[in-house]
T-cell receptor, first 114, second 118 residues
């Protein structure tokens, strides 16, 4: 069965610092990978997604993620964090054939210090 | 344009009561998903509709959970005889296509309904 692991429950960074959020997945076939962000009281917003091709994916709000098949990872990065990036971040793998559902990790809460 | 909307945003129920949660997907979206997000956890899949057909209900935790989408647009998730373990945020998502591999396919999420069972 598909699964996603986000090893860091909570990360704190200073504003302007770089950020990397880790994500490891388990899926037998070619994975479809997603990063979503959830602010308090808000729905999930898609940051970026990977289907195939270039392993470095650019997303919204200055985020990028790199797919590494050998490490089963899809880490999210941002070179300079803004206070408004404080939120919870979820990595997900999409399944194909059937319901096209998403399997999510447990999330990483990001705190940004001024 | 309008996104996915859900109502009510908050629901408090006494244990044993029945509740109904509504989802209005983006107009024209074929696929509709329900997820359950417990406190401190990621969303977990409950069920999936393609138009009015419920193609996957493998994530529904018990037969107390029932979902429908009779006209292929609005969907309702019903929970009968609510239990404390049903307390969670229930998220609805919709997408235009039925192919997650399509580059244009994105699941758009609503703000969720926070259910608290006392």
């Amino acid at each position: 069965a598909q699964s996603v692991t986000q090893p860091d429950i909570h990360i704190t960074v200073s504003e302007g610092a770089s950020l990397e959020l880790r994500c490891n997945y388990s899926y037998g076939a070619t994975p479809y990978l997603f990063w979503y962000v959830q602010s308090p009281g808000q729905g999930l917003q898609l940051l970026l997604k990977y289907f195939s091709g270039d392993t470095l994916v650019q997303g919204i709000k200055g985020f990028e993620a790199e797919f590494k098949r050998s490490q089963s990872s899809f880490n999210l990065r941002k070179p300079s964090v803004h206070w408004s990036d404080a939120a919870e971040y979820f990595c997900a793998v999409g399944t194909q054939g059937g319901s096209e559902k998403l399997v999510f990790g447990k999330g990483t809460k990001l705190t940004v210090n001024p | 344009g309008a996104g996915v909307s859900q109502s009510p945003r908050y629901k408090v129920a006494k244990r044993g009561q029945d509740v109904a949660l509504r989802c209005d997907p983006i107009s024209g979206h074929v696929s509709l998903f329900w997820y359950q997000q417990a406190l401190g956890q990621g969303p977990e899949f409950l069920t999936y509709f393609q138009n009015e057909a419920q193609l996957d209900k493998s994530g529904l935790p018990s037969d107390r959970f029932f979902a429908e989408r009779p006209e292929g647009s609005v969907s309702t998730l019903k929970i009968q005889r609510t239990q404390q373990e049903d307390s969670a945020v229930y998220l609805c998502a919709s997408s235009f296509t039925t192919d997650i591999a399509a580059s244009t396919d994105t699941q758009y999420f609503g703000p969720g309904t926070r259910l608290t069972v006392l």
